[in-house]
């Protein structure tokens, strides 16, 4: 059974790192104001939990075996991350300062069950907990910062701010936690879960090819892909839910997030076969502007560089969509027009459904990439699907 964050002594993780600068478990369990007892059967524990020691016993204090130095790591990110969540939460008149530093697994869990499913109901039904139980430990976690963490909406709950806030720093103080864990597996295998937010373009060639090569290499991962436009993604990935984005890049880089790139993409006029500009080698705008056009959202590098192509003229956009497949949809059954990479449209052009209007469009580029959160210390299965993600664009560079 895959072993949880929240499995884990909180308290006694807490302590781990101070075991690591201060040499000794007596130091260190005065610091946490544990007893020298408690502290080395609560190590002990986690150690048993993963299976291989994080530190080596000498006569004159410990000292953090390799495994150990990285957990601590991994262990000082989470609860940074849980203390910035709880920045928003402890502004309670009545409320502890740092809450976070009295907060429980069972807490935490509870929460962001909570917060995911939407109900105590629902939770319930994904932790196998009774509402009763989920409901105190919520009140508990509430009573801490002084302040709600959840309003009633009908049969469900919303997340106040303070519980928005707070449940980000839960996602993400538990994904470094799991990411620890998986970098400690004494077989040092790719391991462990990779959540992926896949834009339009990666789901075409880009995506599948990574994914396929790096099932092969991590049998054991657990790889989840959700689909999404930029938009759509981007919240989910500052909360932790998925790890990266691949998709177009923006033209400048978002607060609190990284980008790399991997290719430049040349856009090209899609249409459908048998379109009245089929067979015309070169239209010019003027020429494009007769059709009406199905256009990117707002904002988004699509939509920017299909207002450049008609600066100042009047056209006719009916439709604006962001699903390729709904625009393969309506091209095949409309004199409609739309920008598109070749790679999305490779197998409809093949069949005889679509087809390219003029060559791709040297003035429409876009940069295709990674995102990520700044900071983000990938785990080894992160920082494999990179690499191949940047071999799958390398290839494809090649083949244009």
Request: glycine residues 10%; hydrophobic residues 50%.
């Amino acid at each position: 059974m895959t072993m949880s964050p929240f499995d884990l002594n909180l308290r006694h993780l807490r302590a781990i790192p101070l075991i690591a600068r201060r040499g000794s478990m007596s130091a260190a369990a005065d610091a946490a104001t544990l007893s020298q007892p408690a502290l080395t059967q609560g190590l002990a524990k986690i150690e048993r939990q993963l299976g291989l020691p994080l530190f080596d016993r000498r006569p004159d204090g410990m000292t953090a075996t390799p495994s150990g130095h990285a957990f601590v790591e991994r262990i000082d990110a989470a609860f940074d991350h849980l203390a910035v969540g709880a920045r928003a939460f402890a502004r309670g008149t009545r409320g502890f300062a740092r809450p976070e530093a009295l907060m429980t697994a069972t807490q935490l869990r509870a929460f962001l069950a909570l917060a995911d499913a939407g109900s105590f109901a629902d939770a319930g039904r994904a932790t196998g907990w009774s509402q009763p139980a989920l409901h105190r430990a919520v009140r508990d976690l509430e009573h801490l910062g002084a302040l709600p963490l959840v309003e009633r909406r009908g049969r469900g709950v919303a997340l106040t701010r303070a519980g928005r806030a707070l449940a980000r720093g839960i996602r993400l103080a538990a994904g470094e936690l799991a990411a620890g864990i998986a970098e400690t597996r004494p077989d040092a295998s790719l391991s462990g879960r990779l959540a992926i937010g896949a834009m339009p373009l990666s789901r075409a060639l880009l995506l599948p090819t990574a994914i396929a090569a790096l099932v092969r290499e991590a049998p054991g991962a657990a790889i989840e892909v959700v689909e999404g436009s930029w938009r759509e993604l981007v919240e989910p990935l500052r909360d932790g839910v998925i790890d990266i984005m691949v998709g177009a890049l923006r033209p400048e880089v978002p607060h609190g997030l990284a980008q790399a790139p991997l290719f430049e993409d040349r856009l090209v006029v899609v249409a459908r076969a048998g379109h009245p500009l089929a067979h015309v080698g070169d239209p010019t705008p003027d020429q494009l502007a007769g059709f009406p056009w199905i256009i990117g959202a707002a904002e988004s590098p699509l939509r920017a560089h299909w207002e450049a192509l008609f600066a100042g003229m009047a056209v006719r956009a009916p439709i604006a969509c962001g699903s390729v497949m709904t625009i393969r949809g309506i091209l095949a059954d409309s004199d409609c027009l739309t920008l598109l990479s070749p790679d999305q449209i490779a197998m409809e052009v093949a069949t005889g459904v679509l087809t390219t209007i003029g060559a791709p469009r040297r003035e429409m580029t876009r940069l295709i990439g990674i995102t990520t959160r700044a900071g983000t210390r990938p785990t080894r299965l992160l920082s494999r699907c990179i690499e191949l993600l940047g071999d799958a664009s390398f290839r494809k560079s090649d083949i244009d």
